[in-house]
């Protein structure tokens, strides 16, 4: 029997170009696709599936979010997470909120086709710079970047700073007080041990984050 795979993904073209390579495959069935968080959780509710192939940049849940929230649907559906960044800034958090896999959407047809078998198996799919970072934050946290030692809510609030984005727009996507969110954004700064904003921009940069940053910033 062929694994059923959901594909969840903002884009039409990737969406069109896994279904390529499933439908190519005897074993591997491409069953389902969802656009944003809301018609994600509607296929969710509608079916188990096999495997879900997950970007992490779709409109709606942050995409850190939603990984726990499908979890919280569907506890044994193995997540794939197929997207642009880079494993620096999302691998170990999406690995630890719940995902099976992370590959980024620079690798090629075969190893992505071996990543999900991998996952949809019960297996863990990590790149070799993915298994490092976690090795480097279990066996010698004192050596990982500060970005990794913020809270998920914390991270999520560095992201949208070094966007530019303000407290106040902020707290509305989170649907938090303006309060909560500047306490976050202390907290964040003096574990990272900078000072302002624009600190936080350089940082970004520094470490290879720039994608975090929109391109007219």
């Known amino acids: 029997m062929r694994v059923q795979v959901l594909v969840a993904d903002d884009h039409g073209v990737i969406r069109n170009g896994l279904r390529k390579i499933l439908d190519d495959t005897s074993d591997l069935e491409f069953a389902g696709e969802a656009w944003d968080g809301a018609s994600l959780v509607e296929r969710l509710n509608e079916h188990d599936w096999g495997l879900l192939i997950l970007d992490l940049s779709m409109p709606g849940r942050n995409g850190l979010e939603m990984i726990k929230r499908v979890k919280e649907l569907q506890p044994r559906l193995p997540i794939l997470v197929f997207t642009m960044h880079q494993e620096e800034q999302y691998a170990v958090r999406a690995l630890q909120s719940g995902a099976s896999g992370y590959l980024t959407k620079e690798f090629d047809g075969d190893l992505l086709l071996r990543a999900i ?101």
Request: charged share 25%; hydrophobic share 40%; glycine share 6%.
């Open 117 to 217: 078998r991998k996952v949809a198996s019960g297996g863990v799919y990590i790149s070799a710079k993915v298994a490092e970072l976690l090795a480097r934050n279990v066996v010698r946290p004192d050596l990982a970047p500060p970005h990794t030692t913020l809270s998920g809510r914390e991270y999520e609030v560095f992201t949208r700073l070094v966007r530019g984005m303000s407290l106040t727009d902020i707290a509305e996507e989170f649907c938090l007080s303006i309060k909560t969110v500047s306490t976050h954004k202390t907290h964040l700064l003096e574990k990272m041990g900078l000072s302002n904003q624009s600190e936080l921009m350089r940082y970004a940069m520094r470490h290879g984050l720039v994608d975090l940053i929109p391109e007219d910033s």
